[in-house]
């Protein structure tokens, strides 16, 4: 009788924790950490909801059968839950133990005080002063401080500790967007990434608010045009010989070979599945030596907009 306490209780200690083996990671970056915060300015604050109504909107969800104007976001990141999952999810969130994590949402409140648009992540990057004082040049001596970009004793390195990197940044639907850092550069991630990433074939939740169908309705950059755009060459094999585009490429140069069949899709293109090979967090760090470059934008517009698309065989002007 002892053992069969034992094991029905053993059973249970394992019952309950693997309620909390739930992960919540990926929503702290919408609903905060606590999930104190109203995700996109639209949803309810979770954290003042019951369990039982925790549970019920997350099975909605899921099934297809409620949900208001976020319901196209929430759906792709419970579609493959089940009821169990589902279950432990909504008893994290009324533990209040919140997720654990170094990172902060924190920052959400001075996004939302700032006036402009946009933010010009070039602003001050360029110091005149700075990159007088670094020119090794005008200098007639020259201390081995300054040989490396660690600007420290080369024969003791105690002091050698480099800047730590600070990607925090507010919660998305919360953040004032970057300017781009040239024309037509992709643009910079301007909210917190936390619990997004890494990008899977099974996980893709930026596809949640940045696809053009549902973009307009929480007010984020919808996915341009081109990425729905396969522009690579043709290429096949035709009498021994590698034709792109129907040209010869051994007979000529593969530069030469022009964007001539833009094949355009209702999905996205694989080569541009995942954002982060290109579109990246801002970090928050001064650089190891003095910034002396300035953007050319040609027009204001190119700030926030780009002309890729529209371009794409005008080359490096």
């Known amino acids: 009788m002892r053992k069969i306490v034992k094991t029905v209780a053993l059973g249970a200690l394992l019952a309950t924790t693997s309620v909390y083996a739930a992960s919540v990671a990926q ?25 039982h109504e925790i549970v019920a909107s997350l099975k909605a969800y899921r099934d297809g059968t409620g949900g208001g104007a976020l319901k196209g976001i929430m759906r792709q990141q419970v579609k493959n839950l089940d009821d169990k999952y589902i279950e432990s999810i909504a008893k994290i969130i009324v533990s209040g133990k919140g997720v654990k994590s170094h990172a902060s949402s924190g920052f959400a409140e001075a996004a939302a005080a700032a006036e402009a648009t946009h933010m010009n992540i070039n602003e001050g990057a360029s110091d005149t002063k700075r990159i007088a004082q670094e020119d090794l040049g005008t200098k007639k001596a020259i ?38 850092a040239f024309k037509d550069a992709p643009p910079m991630i301007p909210h917190s990434v936390e619990g997004l990433l890494p990008i899977t074939r099974d996980n893709h939740q930026c596809l949640g608010c940045h696809m053009p169908d549902v973009a307009p309705s929480v007010g984020s950059t919808p996915i341009p045009p081109s990425h729905f755009t396969n522009y690579r060459p043709e290429t096949v094999m035709k009498d021994g010989k590698v ?50 470059f300035v953007p050319d934008f040609k027009k204001t517009e190119f700030k926030s907009h780009s002309s890729l698309a529209d371009a794409m065989n005008e080359g490096i002007e």
Request: charged share 35%; net charge positive.
């Open 27 to 51: 929503c702290a970056s919408c609903h905060g950490q606590q999930f104190e915060k109203i995700a996109m300015g639209t949803s309810k604050v979770v954290k003042d909801m019951a369990e």
């Open 143 to 180: 201390d081995e401080k300054d040989l490396g970009l660690r600007k420290t004793d080369l024969y003791d390195e105690k002091d050698a500790k480099g800047d730590v990197t600070d990607y925090s940044r507010p919660a998305p639907g919360t953040s004032t967007k970057l300017e781009r």
């Open 243 to 292: 034709l792109k585009e129907g040209a010869d490429i051994v007979k000529g140069n593969t530069s030469d070979v022009k964007i001539a069949k833009a094949k355009k899709t209702d999905t996205l293109y694989q080569g541009r599945f995942n954002c982060t090979q290109c579109h990246a967090p801002q970090s928050k760090t001064k650089t190891d030596v003095a910034n002396t």
